[in-house]
């Protein structure tokens, strides 16, 4: 087999942006700013697109810069009504389930918005593990090391045998450069230069079909 294991970005990767839910919490961290720091609301769409640029994510540059309580961020920003807004896939459910690979969340949220994701969808059980952003020692993707500490967790010894989706193409050109397969979820993936787009992941059952395709050996 040549891939053996699969890395799934989180949000906006497993559940269309249409339901809203990061779009809440984007909004969410910018409360926080606003609230809890006293930045001005002017203010916070600059500040936040600089930490995006230079840190990766918003959670990051406050970390460096407010030196913020991490978990009180954390759980500020993801105080909401997730099991309102998402529901259970099947269909994605048995196609994971299908899939011989190990299979790993790799996101730069925390684990406990993950599960809760996870839970909603009815796909927790699933996965091998959750790759979040404790466990990156808040290394954040689109940082090269942040793929390599993956790896490590993961148990993988070689880039090459990784698959790799993400909402994002700016957290999947460092994972093509390294060796991994890159797959772009996304409606809009025209001028994309991953390996393959599609518009959401149950399609990888169709579209990358040696995922589930057993090598051939010669006589």
């Not at 600089?50 to 918003?58: K, N, Q």
């Not at 993801?78 to 790799?106: C, G, N, R, Y």
């Not at 999947?172 to 599609?198: E, M, N, R």
């Amino acid at each position: 087999m040549r891939y053996t294991c699969v890395f799934f970005d989180l949000d906006e990767t497993l559940y269309p942006s249409s339901t809203g839910l990061w779009s809440s919490i984007r909004d969410r961290m910018n409360d926080y700013m606003r609230v809890k720091l006293g930045i001005p609301a002017d203010q916070i769409p600059i500040i936040r697109r600089f930490y995006f640029d230079t840190y990766g994510t918003t959670l990051r540059g406050l970390q460096i810069h407010y030196k913020i309580d991490t978990d009180d961020f954390l759980a500020f920003v993801h105080d909401l009504p997730i099991e309102e807004v998402l529901k259970a896939d099947q269909e994605l459910h048995t196609m994971l389930s299908s899939m011989p690979q190990q299979k790993w969340i790799f996101t730069n949220a925390n684990s406990e918005h993950a599960r809760r994701v996870l839970n909603a969808l009815q796909i927790q059980g699933c996965f091998d593990g959750i790759i979040d952003i404790r466990s990156l020692g808040f290394v954040c993707k689109p940082d090269p090391k942040a793929y390599q500490i993956a790896m490590q967790i993961a148990g993988v010894d070689t880039p090459r045998k990784c698959v790799y989706l993400d909402d994002a193409l700016r957290n999947l050109v460092p994972a093509k450069d390294l060796g991994f397969y890159t797959v772009l979820v996304s409606s809009d993936g025209a001028q994309s230069t991953a390996d393959l787009t599609i518009t959401r992941p149950h399609e990888l059952r169709r579209s990358l079909i040696e995922l589930w395709t057993k090598p051939s050996t010669s006589a």
